[in-house]
């Protein structure tokens, strides 16, 4: 039985519309780089500093680089709310009323998190756990925040973990963790085609199928 359901943000349970990846490239142009789009693509999933570091030349740039990066975020956000991608609150619902725990994890950090959730109305009790890329030692592909995540959750055992993700680096991730289910998604910037090609157990349309997955 799956105690603990391990759910990516952007792309997975939210729509932000791309915008996330929009401002690293812009930052990064600002601060000098020349990222071409098989370049943001492979840094997708990552913690954002550590993509602005291996996108950019000059690791003095680095804190500058960051910090525009969050400002166009944060502008971004304004001007384009994110809002939940359809059927995953209600996912997530059932999956709590069922006794399975909810733990989000992200690229993202605290501050860039707490504001995103806060408006969607997903701070309050919402959900079981979040755990950020800077709670944890590595982003992904480490599986450091899914195991912060059972930690928080109290759930001891990796074969009760399902993680979901979708990106690359999400399923690597639930792979180098152990997790039972390995499920990616095709609701953000990678299809099923570069999915597939690395290990996982299920490709699901959403977050959306995941309540039937465990029924079945």
């Known amino acids: ?7 990516d943000i952007a792309g997975t349970t939210v729509e932000e519309h791309g915008a996330v990846y929009v401002a690293l490239e812009e930052a990064v142009r600002a601060a000098g780089g020349t990222p071409n789009a098989a370049d943001i693509q492979r840094w997708m999933g990552a913690g954002k500093r550590e993509a602005i570091s291996a996108l950019l030349a000059a690791p003095e740039a680095v804190d500058g680089a960051f910090a525009d990066f969050r400002a166009r975020l944060r502008a971004a956000y304004t001007g384009t709310p994110p809002t939940p991608l359809p059927g995953v609150p209600e996912a997530i619902a ?11 994890t992200t690229g993202f950090d605290r501050e860039v998190t707490g504001a995103l959730l806060g408006a969607i109305g997903w701070d309050d009790g919402f959900l079981d ?3 950020c890329v800077d709670d944890v030692p590595a982003g992904r592909p480490a599986p450091y925040m899914i195991f912060r995540a059972m930690e928080a959750t109290g759930v001891h ?9 979708d990106t690359v680096r999400d399923l690597q991730a639930g792979t180098n963790a152990g997790a039972a289910i390995v499920a990616g998604v095709l609701t953000g910037g990678q299809d099923a ?10 490709l699901l349309p959403s977050v959306a199928a995941i309540p039937a997955l465990l029924a079945n």
Request: charged share 15%; aromatic share 0%; net charge positive.
């Open 193 to 202: 085609a570069v999915l597939g090609a690395v290990r996982h157990t299920h």
């Open 1 to 7: 039985m799956i105690e603990l359901a391990v759910l």
């Open 129 to 131: 756990a979040v755990v």
């Open 157 to 165: 055992d990796v074969g009760r973990v399902l993680t979901a993700g």
């Open 94 to 104: 059932t999956l709590r009323a069922a006794g399975v725990k909810v733990a989000l």
